[in-house]
């Protein structure tokens, strides 16, 4: 029989046995945790593309198409017949008053009436929605370029005060080792208080641009969650010297714009309107069968019907009707024609400062910040040697910083013009397929 000692022995070895075995679990469910919690980075591909996947207006336009096509094969039908059930001559006074058999001219009557709609009226309402349902596909070609070219954007913007803040923080460092040497200096007696107090002043400003760059930082990330749902950050870095557009046959390619393609397709809808109504220039005509029972006495019949709509005032309802449409026309058109020059003009535009940028980044790379690097190594080597002060090298210094902060605003704006000329058209998106057929069915 054990003791109460050997129990209590037997139960802290089995604790102490079992102890590693739970810290190790534990460290492995805090690493794993951290890993799921640190925010992943995307590239630039990734990043649109899980925008578009968690596009509800995507998702919207694909339903827009879904109902074009349904309508689409409903409104080539030809109208439901229509039942007609009725008592016809009742009787309402005298001897017979309704009754049903006894007078020979009561009849109770069943029938059918059916339009024979014309195949062309027929043709144009269904073709009109087809059409609706390559408008909508034309407009989803248009959210969905604006989606990876605001997504870019945004991403962008994260790079780029990324790239800001860091050289704001190695900056920083560098200020904390001058307040430093200032610091020793003056117990030496080869500085004064002066050094000290510009030094601090110095850290100070840049406190402030550190301040600022992280707000920066901070809008761009919810504007880059907005598109891909979660905080995340970036990783890699953007091409901006290359262009999917060629300048020589910019007019060419702009006449397939997302938003040009929906102008199209709302023409093509305006010409099927118009032919719509010149098709109801000709009338549709209705048949009309019905069968008569009368009394037991009396002889049951059948009739047979034809009606025919007749266009009195045609020049004032039907003529006039197509000549609104044809108007309406002609107004799209116009509308598709002033937009085309609009973007052409506004895309000339955005290359000439996209080129006019990448050559400010190649002149601020090649020249101007080498020779900031190199006018501080020197006022810093005048500075050690005794033939500058410490005041000029702060002052070189910050003129650095700000000058490589200058070129990253430019490079961000040149990125920024590189993003909207660069997604114009959706990379992966249904234009392509629908630009042929622009106008097929108003042909």
């Known amino acids: 029989m054990s ?24 460290s492995l469910l805090a690493a794993i945790h951290s890993a799921l919690a640190a925010p992943q980075s995307l590239t630039l591909g990734e990043a649109q593309q899980r925008a578009a996947a968690r596009s509800r207006q995507l998702s919207a336009q694909d339903q827009a198409i879904t109902a074009a096509n349904e309508m689409a094969v409903a409104a080539g039908q030809r109208p439901d017949p229509v039942l007609k059930i009725g008592i016809d001559n009742l009787p309402v006074s005298g001897s017979d008053r309704l009754s049903l058999g006894n007078d020979f001219m009561t009849m109770r009557r069943i029938g059918l009436s059916q339009e024979l ?55 920083a460092a560098v200020s904390h080792q001058e307040i430093e040497a200032a610091e020793a200096a003056y117990r030496g007696g080869r500085g004064s208080s002066a050094d000290i107090l510009a030094a601090k002043s110095a850290l100070l400003a840049l406190d402030d641009r550190t301040s600022e760059v992280q707000r920066r930082q901070r809008a761009a990330s919810t504007m880059l969650a907005r598109w891909t ?3 995340t950050s970036v990783t890699g870095a953007p091409d901006i010297e290359r262009i999917r557009l060629d ?5 060419t390619d702009l006449a397939h714009h997302p938003e040009i393609a929906v102008l199209n397709k709302q023409e093509d809808i305006a010409q099927a309107d118009a032919n ?34 007749l266009q009195w005032d045609r020049k004032n309802r039907q003529d006039r009707e197509l000549t609104a449409k044809l108007a309406l026309v002609e107004q799209t058109k116009a509308e598709r024609d002033e937009m085309l020059r609009e973007h052409v003009a506004q895309t000339r535009t955005m290359i000439i400062a996209w080129h006019s940028g ?6 601020y790379t090649r020249e101007s910040l080498p020779l900031a690097a190199e006018r501080s190594q020197a006022m810093l080597a005048a500075y050690r040697g005794g033939k500058g002060t410490l005041a000029d090298v702060l002052a070189t210094r910050r003129g650095e910083v700000e000058l490589r902060l200058q070129a990253l605003e430019i490079e961000l704006d040149t990125a920024r013009l590189w993003a909207q000329l660069n997604f114009l058209f959706p990379d992966g998106g249904t234009n392509q397929h629908s630009a042929a057929n622009s106008h097929q069915e108003s042909q």
């Open 276 to 309: 719509l109504a010149r098709a109801n220039q000709h009338i549709d005509w209705s048949v009309d069968v019905a069968f008569q029972q009368r009394g037991s006495a009396y002889s049951n019949m059948v009739s047979i019907g034809i009606s025919v709509p």
């Open 358 to 363: 990448r050559e400010r980044i190649a002149r």
């Open 229 to 231: 749902g979660e905080e």
């Open 3 to 26: 003791s109460p000692f050997s129990v209590q022995f037997n139960a802290r070895a089995s604790r102490l046995r079992i102890a590693p075995k739970a810290a190790f679990a534990l």
């Open 117 to 171: 709609t014309r195949a062309d009226k027929l043709h144009w309402r269904s073709a009109r929605y087809q059409i609706e349902g390559d408008k909508a596909m034309a407009q989803k070609d248009v959210a969905l370029a604006a989606i990876q070219r605001d997504t870019a954007i945004a991403w962008l913007e994260v790079f780029y005060t990324g790239e800001m803040a860091g050289a704001v923080s190695a900056q």
């Open 247 to 251: 300048p020589a046959t910019l007019d």
